[in-house]
């Protein structure tokens, strides 16, 4: 996969070297995802390995498997949401409500 493979999987990352987005949360995930496709091709993929653990602990390996997301992208966007909940295990549903509202309704 090139970097530009990888951009055609972002929803809001286009390879700009400034979010476009005024609204916080869709320049979050700018953020994100531009940090993933970084990561896919500057570092090792030591830390997707952790995130991706995480991410299949909390019982998400089925979540949304079809929508052409990558499930390591999907893994960086639920590690950088519980850094905001009181625990892995309370952000899943939360988590899934976010996902819903800014993947699959915002396409």
């Known amino acids: ?39 896919m091709f500057h570092e090792d993929t030591y830390s997707f390995g952790i995130m991706l653990e995480e991410y299949l602990f909390s019982g998400l390996s089925d979540f949304e498997k079809f929508d052409d997301i990558p499930i390591t992208l999907k893994a960086l966007l639920f590690n950088r949401y519980c850094k905001t ?6 952000a899943i549903e939360p988590f899934k409500k976010f996902y819903h509202k800014y993947y699959t309704d915002h396409q």
């Open 85 to 90: 909940a009181q625990s892995m295990l309370s």
């Open 1 to 39: 996969m090139t970097r530009e493979d990888a951009i055609t999987f972002c929803r809001y990352y286009k390879g700009e070297d400034e979010s476009p987005y005024s609204d916080q949360n869709e320049s979050m995930l700018w953020f994100y995802e531009r940090a993933w496709v970084y990561k």
